[in-house]
């Protein structure tokens, strides 16, 4: 039976990104036996480093946190360019043979737990028309925003304008700006990106901020990386590259959060050192807000205040009164000229890819749910999701959620259990934030996403550290229920006789 055949799966996983390809390799590690099939709605392997194709794309996190702890990333440089990052997502799925169960252009549109028969039936959509499967467990790497839209909001009077309007989210890959006046509107990792790679060919760059980011300095590469690699074989030298990055990304975190009035003066010392002498450091780069209450915005080698002190790129901090046919006005009363706008405005932050979820034909109300371990949600059964940290690499987190997943389902299948779903058994916790920053697009999310509790495993931390060294004692059956259906078929394809009618619950509270 081919995989195109097949009806069934132990295991669905839905998203080829880095999430993805990490939660295949995790899950038939620990599980060699089972059976699984990734789903992916674009046409090509990669999820975000696939999606975004804009100049100057890459990681705003080091790429040795960022890659694989099980395939050593074999680049120098601290930080990848995004379309190396997809090179290197698509070759580890191809080396340790994940590629073959990927199926591209397959899109989930809803799934549906069944009590009575322990099994997700999962609506496909695809080029070739609809397909239904069924699957023990389904784990979504999907994500946190929406593919197929950004946030984009309506200003005043930009139907007169004449020039040309782009998202970064669907950058064309005709566009000339070349000699041209470009206006990035935005101030957060993208526009940051974004502005130095335009400037070395346009004519002129502005961004357009309403209020400003905090940017630190990074080295695209450090000599002790250089030096292991060139004394340690590539999976020792990769492992303490990775170790020593997350640590120091933990502490510069750790050092802002505790001593917010330090690191402000930091920050502002080191674009002191930049910037030309009288720059108005101050208006442009002096945020309201203490670090890390946002994203931190990764500036290699300086090269944002660079373009900005040679002149080529210009920051204007103002709002926006209106689009003119030929650039912007500001509140001020300065005109922008623009030849092409870039609203470089943020995400539209979404949870489970948008996926309409169920139990026993109920709906599922993410912003209902409390996060379990920020992987699982209360009462929702055999069902897992996947998202990164936000002060830190994504995979750092997203691979201790694979593994505490393949462990899930190693326990289920030991025990006979064809259910697992953790529980609030009644109670209330007071809610936070799952994702704890005040960024506009997480604000815009509102009740869109899973609540976080605070304690313990409801608590979603933000704490490479002390997530790993959970992860080592991690207690498999904490807040836990099992159950399993008569007779019992312990995540495997179920023999042909079961029949839903004929299920009998047997639950275990752990």
Same mark, same amino acid.
């Given at each position: 039976?081919?995989?195109?055949?097949?009806?069934?799966?132990?295991?669905?996983?839905?998203?080829?990104?880095?999430?993805?390809?990490?939660?295949?390799?995790?899950?038939?590690?620990?599980?060699?036996?089972?059976?699984?099939?990734?789903?992916?709605?674009?046409?090509?392997?990669?999820?975000?480093?696939?999606?975004?194709?804009?100049?100057?794309?890459?990681?705003?996190?080091?790429?040795?946190?960022?890659?694989?702890?099980?395939?050593?990333?074999?680049?120098?440089?601290?930080?990848?360019?995004?379309?190396?990052?997809?090179?290197?997502?698509?070759?580890?799925?191809?080396?340790?043979?994940?590629?073959?169960?990927?199926?591209?252009?397959?899109?989930?549109?809803?799934?549906?737990?069944?009590?009575?028969?322990?099994?997700?039936?999962?609506?496909?959509?695809?080029?070739?028309?609809?397909?239904?499967?069924?699957?023990?467990?389904?784990?979504?790497?999907?994500?946190?925003?929406?593919?197929?839209?950004?946030?984009?909001?309506?200003?005043?009077?930009?139907?007169?304008?004449?020039?040309?309007?782009?998202?970064?989210?669907?950058?064309?890959?005709?566009?000339?700006?070349?000699?041209?006046?470009?206006?990035?509107?935005?101030?957060?990792?993208?526009?940051?990106?974004?502005?130095?790679?335009?400037?070395?060919?346009?004519?002129?760059?502005?961004?357009?901020?309403?209020?400003?980011?905090?940017?630190?300095?990074?080295?695209?590469?450090?000599?002790?990386?250089?030096?292991?690699?060139?004394?340690?074989?590539?999976?020792?030298?990769?492992?303490?590259?990775?170790?020593?990055?997350?640590?120091?990304?933990?502490?510069?975190?750790?050092?802002?959060?505790?001593?917010?009035?330090?690191?402000?003066?930091?920050?502002?010392?080191?674009?002191?050192?930049?910037?030309?002498?009288?720059?108005?450091?101050?208006?442009?780069?002096?945020?309201?807000?203490?670090?890390?209450?946002?994203?931190?915005?990764?500036?290699?080698?300086?090269?944002?205040?660079?373009?900005?002190?040679?002149?080529?790129?210009?920051?204007?901090?103002?709002?926006?009164?209106?689009?003119?046919?030929? /650039?912007? =006005?500001?509140?001020?009363?300065? $005109?922008? !000229?623009?030849?092409? @706008?870039?609203?470089?405005?943020? #995400? +539209?932050?979404?949870?489970?890819?948008?996926?309409?979820?169920?139990?026993?034909?109920?709906?599922?109300?993410?912003?209902?749910?409390?996060?379990?371990?920020?992987?699982?949600?209360?009462?929702?059964?055999?069902?897992?999701?996947?998202?990164?940290?936000?002060?830190?690499?994504?995979?750092?987190?997203?691979?201790?959620?694979?593994?505490?997943?393949?462990?899930?389902?190693?326990?289920?299948?030991?025990?006979?259990?064809?259910?697992?779903?953790?529980?609030?058994?009644?109670?209330?916790?007071?809610?936070?934030?799952?994702?704890?920053?005040?960024?506009?697009?997480?604000?815009?999310? /509102?009740? =869109?996403?899973?609540?976080?509790? $605070?304690? !313990?495993?409801?608590? @979603?931390?933000?704490?490479?550290? #002390? +997530?790993?060294?959970?992860?080592?004692?991690?207690?498999?059956?904490?807040?836990?229920?099992?159950?399993?259906?008569?007779?019992?078929?312990?995540?495997?394809?179920?023999?042909?006789?079961?029949?839903?009618?004929?299920?009998?619950?047997?639950?275990?509270?752990?």
């Amino acid at each position: 039976m081919t995989f195109d055949d097949a009806d069934y799966y132990d295991v669905l996983i839905v998203g080829a990104g880095l999430s993805g390809i990490d939660a295949a390799y995790r899950v038939r590690e620990r599980n060699p036996e089972l059976t699984y099939l990734i789903v992916e709605q674009r046409e090509r392997i990669g999820g975000t480093w696939d999606l975004f194709r804009y100049p100057g794309v890459r990681s705003d996190s080091d790429i040795f946190t960022l890659s694989y702890p099980w395939n050593p990333w074999r680049g120098e440089r601290t930080m990848a360019e995004g379309a190396e990052i997809c090179e290197y997502i698509e070759q580890s799925a191809r080396d340790f043979g994940i590629y073959p169960h990927i199926r591209f252009s397959t899109q989930v549109v809803s799934a549906d737990f069944d009590r009575s028969a322990d099994l997700w039936t999962v609506d496909l959509l695809s080029d070739s028309g609809t397909r239904t499967v069924t699957t023990r467990f389904l784990y979504l790497c999907t994500g946190y925003y929406r593919y197929d839209a950004g946030y984009r909001p309506e200003f005043e009077g930009e139907d007169q304008f004449t020039g040309q309007i782009v998202h970064p989210q669907f950058w064309p890959d005709d566009l000339d700006y070349a000699g041209k006046n470009v206006v990035v509107i935005g101030s957060g990792a993208t526009a940051v990106t974004l502005i130095p790679a335009m400037a070395a060919d346009a004519g002129h760059v502005v961004m357009l901020q309403r209020s400003p980011t905090y940017m630190f300095p990074y080295p695209w590469s450090d000599p002790m990386t250089k030096l292991v690699q060139r004394v340690l074989p590539w999976q020792a030298a990769h492992d303490i590259t990775r170790y020593r990055n997350a640590f120091v990304t933990l502490g510069l975190y750790s050092f802002c959060r505790r001593f917010p009035k330090a690191s402000r003066k930091l920050i502002r010392r080191l674009a002191l050192h930049y910037l030309p002498d009288g720059y108005d450091v101050d208006t442009h780069f002096k945020p309201a807000y203490e670090p890390w209450d946002q994203r931190l915005c990764v500036i290699p080698e300086g090269d944002f205040y660079k373009v900005v002190a040679d002149g080529s790129a210009e920051v204007v901090t103002d709002t926006i009164e209106s689009f003119t046919p030929t /650039g912007i =006005r500001v509140s001020s009363g300065r $005109e922008l !000229a623009a030849d092409i @706008v870039v609203t470089a405005t943020g #995400l +539209d932050l979404v949870a489970f890819g948008g996926i309409d979820l169920s139990v026993d034909g109920e709906r599922v109300d993410p912003g209902e749910k409390y996060g379990y371990r920020a992987y699982m949600l209360d009462d929702v059964p055999n069902f897992a999701w996947s998202v990164g940290y936000t002060n830190a690499s994504w995979t750092l987190r997203v691979d201790l959620t694979s593994q505490a997943v393949a462990e899930l389902l190693a326990h289920m299948r030991a025990n006979g259990y064809t259910r697992a779903y953790p529980t609030l058994d009644g109670a209330k916790p007071k809610a936070h934030a799952f994702f704890d920053l005040s960024s506009g697009y997480v604000q815009r999310a /509102g009740g =869109r996403l899973p609540k976080a509790g $605070e304690e !313990a495993p409801w608590q @979603v931390r933000h704490n490479a550290l #002390l +997530d790993a060294i959970d992860a080592r004692r991690y207690d498999v059956t904490e807040a836990m229920v099992f159950s399993r259906t008569e007779p019992a078929v312990a995540v495997v394809a179920p023999e042909p006789t079961d029949t839903p009618e004929a299920a009998e619950e047997s639950e275990t509270a752990q």
